[in-house]
């Protein structure tokens, strides 16, 4: 037999302490991130790959974050160690 509690139908389990304490983080980081990437408008010279532009500095921000993410998710996978 099994220890664990049976399931109750359309209820969920509740998060620990650091499941709750790594979502807040996560908020935090990413309203912050919100609000540098909005404080920061103005137009910049860029040197994409395939050549130069000028570009709201908010979007050069945006596009970084995103490749860092995908980037560490990528990295994480690799190791075996992918978040659930």
């Known amino acids: 037999m099994s220890d ?8 969920e389990p509740e998060r620990t302490r650091r499941q709750q304490a790594r979502t807040v983080a996560v908020l ?7 609000v540098f990437a909005v404080l920061n408008l ?12 000028d570009t709201p500095l908010i ?3 945006a596009i970084s974050v995103l490749v860092g993410a995908a ?3 990528l990295a994480a996978r690799r190791r075996g160690s992918a978040p659930r």
């Open 28 to 34: 935090a980081l990413s309203g912050l991130g919100v």
């Open 71 to 73: 980037l560490g998710f």
């Open 42 to 53: 103005d137009e910049v010279s860029v040197n994409w790959i395939v050549g130069t532009w």
């Open 59 to 61: 979007i050069v921000i």
């Open 4 to 11: 664990r509690p049976a399931k109750t139908p359309g209820r």
